[in-house]
């Protein structure tokens, strides 16, 4: 017996992947979690997760397991209501958990396959509620199936579309593979189920070099051959710094009527606000001008339209702004699509301007509760604004100037949450815009987020971020700048956008919107984000001097309070 006994101890393994999470967040699905260098237990890395809302965080990874054997799982956690399980097991399912545990401790459990159990899920998370927790050493001990031997190298990898920020691979299946690593200039990017991806996320006028391995549960095969491929120059790009706001062109409030010709030449880039739709589903945007009995002062249409032949003659862009606060627009079938298209075209074509800005708002854009991948979306209304913008991005050619205004609930929210989630319950706006951004980011002039109006936001140090600072334009920006996994899933990463396409959005004064942040604050923000000083306590990923500058609510309200949002913009970038 204790030969026998011996013997079979002699045969089991740790089974779990990366257990230590010395690879990141490689080999698990997590809903919510990163990696961290302290605290750890032993190692470099730990995870740590935080749940929030009806996501308790959970990351999870599937074991090739034995029929009817044994096996104990163990690893060690620290925080509040930490739990470690498995799932699927053919026989009883097991978990156990710790309601306190303020330094690492150990949590064990065990549990016997069934007859023809071949595949379990083990699985940590917290709980609803309570703050970040932290897991390591996770392992799973128990008789080890013979994995066979890893794939052979992939042949044929070939590049295929090029933007100036994406790269097309595909190449031959591989016998025995049930996955493929993608590697560029040498370090592992992303992973693919099927034989082409497309890698996201990169430079402009950039060499790169790319190769594939196969992957099975014995390891991975040696890399393919390399192949290069360089990305186009782009459009839109710019190095120079922009200033952006919105006029009120179609209506007064206590910041009163501004008339085109009296912006003054600092605003690089004015939005007209706002085209709204004849009904929320219709598509038909009209573009009606402040009357004059609401606005006294407004100038004729022949003197608006001298005034923004004006400004574009002095290098400036003027484009209309759709939707707003108020101006909700769902364009649910293609019927809408196409009649966005037409009235935003004529909108365009009349007065001669020089594109559009998307500040779809509000309930305007939502996702189905099947559509769960930002890369490509199935929901009426973002397919149907997508198409919309292409469509118009193709009429109009290089020169069209698209910009976008989204809440911060509609883009960094989606880091946390994307649409309904797994389990359904969240609120299927959350980082809704992000399919949008991702599809039009090679077209996009200028994207910036409303950074106010805003609720607390999870930043890349997954910690909570609130209005009132530098730190939040800072952990805002940095998001959009760095890319982020959506929904905590690091296999599903938004892809950073070009500083120059990024422009942070600020109220012009207090009467402007909740957030307003004093010229100081303001100056805080751009110093760390364009020459990493003055950063507080936030540490961002990376120095952007080509950030392309500030977006304000806006200019009626910066001349009400004596310009000076435009006066600390021109002092600061000169």
């Known amino acids: ?249 179609s209506f007064a409030n206590g910041a009163g009527y501004t008339r085109m010709a009296d912006v003054p030449d600092s605003w690089d880039i004015i939005d007209l606000a706002f085209g709204e739709p004849t009904s929320t589903t219709s598509g038909d945007i009209r573009f009606n001008r402040c009357p004059v009995t609401e606005c006294p002062t407004v100038e004729s249409d022949a003197e608006f339209k001298a005034a923004i032949k004006a400004k574009q003659a002095a290098g400036k862009k003027v484009v209309i702004s759709i939707g707003g606060q108020n101006g909700q627009v769902q364009l649910t079938t293609t019927a809408a699509r196409d009649a966005f298209v037409t009235s935003v075209s004529k909108i365009i074509d009349t007065y001669g301007l020089d594109g559009l800005d998307i500040d779809f708002e509000g309930h305007s854009l939502s996702l189905d509760a099947s559509d769960t991948n930002f890369k490509s979306p199935t929901t009426p209304v973002i397919v149907n604004l997508i198409s919309a913008l292409k469509t118009l991005k193709a009429k109009y050619g290089a020169g069209f100037v698209l910009t976008m205004a989204p809440e911060t609930f509609f883009v960094q929210l989606g880091y946390q949450y994307y649409g309904t989630g797994p389990w359904g319950g969240q609120d299927p706006r959350a980082g809704a815009y992000l399919p949008v951004i991702y599809a039009m980011r090679d077209d996009l002039t200028v994207l910036h987020v409303q950074d106010y109006n805003s609720g607390s936001i999870m930043g890349l140090d997954n910690q909570y971020h609130s209005m009132g600072g530098a730190d939040f334009h800072i952990a805002m920006t940095d998001m959009l700048l760095t890319g982020f996994p959506v929904a905590g899933n690091a296999s599903n990463v938004f892809p950073a956008l070009r500083p120059d396409q990024i422009a942070i959005g600020m109220p012009a004064s207090t009467n402007a919107g909740n957030g307003y942040v004093s010229p100081t604050e303001v100056n805080k923000a751009l110093d760390c984000l364009t020459k990493k000083t003055n950063c507080g306590t936030y540490t961002t990923h990376g120095t952007w001097p080509g950030l392309r500058g500030l977006m304000t609510w806006s200019i009626n309200w910066d001349r009400y309070s004596s310009w000076e949002f435009q006066k600390n913009f021109d002092g600061y970038f000169g």
């Open 1 to 249: 017996m204790t030969a026998l006994s011996s013997a079979a101890r002699a045969a089991d393994a740790d089974l779990a992947k990366n257990g230590g999470f010395e690879s990141g967040l490689d080999n698990w699905t997590c809903t919510a979690g990163t990696t961290v260098n302290s605290p750890v237990r032993s190692g470099s890395s730990a995870l740590q997760a935080t749940p929030a809302g009806s996501d308790y965080a959970q990351c999870s990874q599937a074991v090739t397991v034995q029929p009817n054997s044994q096996y104990t799982l163990a690893g060690y956690v620290r925080g509040s209501y930490v739990y470690l399980g498995a799932s699927g097991t053919g026989t009883t399912d097991v978990s156990t958990w710790t309601q306190s545990a303020p330094a690492w401790q150990q949590l064990t459990t065990s549990f016997r396959t069934g007859p023809s159990t071949t595949k379990v899920t083990i699985y940590t998370h917290g709980w609803y509620g309570t703050g970040a927790y932290n897991v390591d050493d996770i392992s799973l001990i128990g008789p080890a199936v013979d994995p066979g031997q890893p794939p052979a190298a992939p042949t044929g990898l070939t590049a295929g579309t090029v933007t100036s920020s994406t790269v097309a691979l595909s190449w031959s299946p591989v016998t025995g593979a049930t996955g493929y690593a993608v590697y560029r200039n040498g370090v592992k990017v992303q992973t693919a189920t099927g034989t082409s991806t497309t890698v996201s996320g990169l430079t402009a006028s950039t060499a790169y070099s790319f190769q594939v391995a196969a992957v099975n549960d014995a390891g991975e095969s040696p890399k393919s051959a390399t192949v290069t491929a360089t990305t186009s120059a782009g459009g839109g790009g710019s190095t120079g710094h922009a200033l952006v706001g919105y006029l009120h062109a």
